[in-house]
């Protein structure tokens, strides 16, 4: 198998969902807001959401940047397309403008166990 399809070899799509406050969004029998079809939209729609986020200052090699700056997002895009590549879902949390924080679920599911029809 070649590196970075395995999510191809187990027909995996995502679904994403967007949550708010510290809760755990119940996503048992909710329909994705979207559907993600590949990991490069994996990637995308969380890098989009990211860039929507209360900017934070963090360490990035040696100096500080960011978190809504195009290098950190760069560097958070690949590592999450990598991560779908797998075939892996993907949690991840930031604060969000004007107060509380933005949690992102991007769930990989086979098509023989996705409850939906699309
Ligand atoms: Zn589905």
New binding site residues.
């Given amino acids: 198998m070649l590196a970075g399809t395995e999510w191809e070899e187990k027909g995996l ?3 994403a969902y967007l949550g708010a406050g510290s809760l755990c969004l119940d996503r048992s029998d909710l329909p ?1 807001r979207e ?1 993600l079809r590949s990991p490069e939209q994996v990637a995308e729609w969380i890098r989009d959401r990211a860039a929507e986020g209360e900017p934070q200052l963090v360490r990035f090699g040696e100096r500080w940047v960011r978190t809504t700056d195009t290098e950190f997002l760069d560097v958070a895009w690949f590592r999450d397309l990598k991560v779908a590549e797998r075939g892996d879902s993907i949690i991840c949390s930031w604060p969000a403008v004007g107060g509380g924080r933005t949690t992102v679920y991007v769930d990989a ?1 086979a ?1 023989d166990q ?3 029809d ?1």
């Fill in positions: 799509h995502w679904h994705p559907v599911v098509a996705c409850p939906f699309h």
